[in-house]
């Protein structure tokens, strides 16, 4: 099955840590990547791979995997970090997860 | 750094041909696939389709019969088009580069998006 599960809303404390999850059969076979979106801004990719950040995304973002589950971390939120989070596998997309920072 | 400019008509009437364009500037196109998405008002993200430099294309099954994608690999540049457009084609509509080898796999960069509203 190509779909991919997210919950809808998450919050966290400011400086707190939390994990964004997404679940999906196709977890097993491949990595997810991560992408965060704020209003009326295109996606930005945050995760991708086992564990790697691209070039500006900064080292509180951490991605990890364990059979059809695939996890974004941010250890120590903050304020800027409240976005929409979306997970992919392949082409297909989760349904994003809302986050916000308390 | 590649970055990936786009641009089309942002306003069509029912049963009109969406058309869109994203340029490649500052990267290769060779290697990858280019891709097109798409997000509704207060919605999440659906992959429309994707094509590489030889012209080989995979479409979203649920728009398949309505999607054309199409490149230009002198000016590097890829195109969508969606014909009999409806309401329910409004959305923001994003071109990416897709990079997949083996299980790793992302969409990176994106264009800046552009607003197609569907509207008689």
């Known amino acids: 099955s190509s779909e991919l599960t997210q919950d809808p809303a998450v919050s966290v404390a400011l400086g707190q840590t939390v994990r964004i999850t997404c679940q999906g059969d196709s977890l097993r076979n491949y990595y997810a990547s991560w992408y965060q979106q704020k209003p009326g801004q295109a996606p930005v990719l945050v995760i991708y791979g086992k564990d790697n950040r691209p070039s500006g995304i900064p080292d509180r973002f951490s991605g990890s995997s364990s059979g059809n589950t695939a996890s974004l971390t941010i250890t120590g939120a903050q304020a800027e970090d409240e976005a929409d989070y979306y997970c992919?596998?392949?082409?297909?997309f989760g349904g994003g997860t809302k986050l916000t920072v308390l | 750094q590649v970055q990936l400019q786009q641009w089309g008509a942002g306003l069509l009437k029912p049963s009109e041909t969406l058309s869109l364009t994203c340029a490649v500037d500052g990267g290769s196109f060779i290697g990858y696939y280019w891709s097109w998405i798409r997000q509704p008002p207060g919605k999440g993200l659906e992959w429309i389709g994707e094509?590489?430099?030889?012209?080989?294309?995979n479409y979203n099954p649920s728009l398949k019969s309505r999607v054309a994608i199409s490149v230009d690999t002198s000016k590097n540049q890829f195109s969508l088009k969606v014909s009999s457009v409806a309401a329910a084609d409004t959305a923001v509509y994003y071109c990416?580069?897709?990079?997949?080898?083996?299980?790793?796999?992302?969409?990176?960069?994106w264009g800046q998006g552009t607003l197609v509203t569907v509207s008689s």
């Open positions: 990416a580069r897709f990079k997949g080898f083996g299980i790793n796999n992302w969409f990176d960069p």
């Open positions: 094509i590489n430099q030889s012209g080989s294309t």
């Open positions: 992919t596998s392949r082409v297909f």
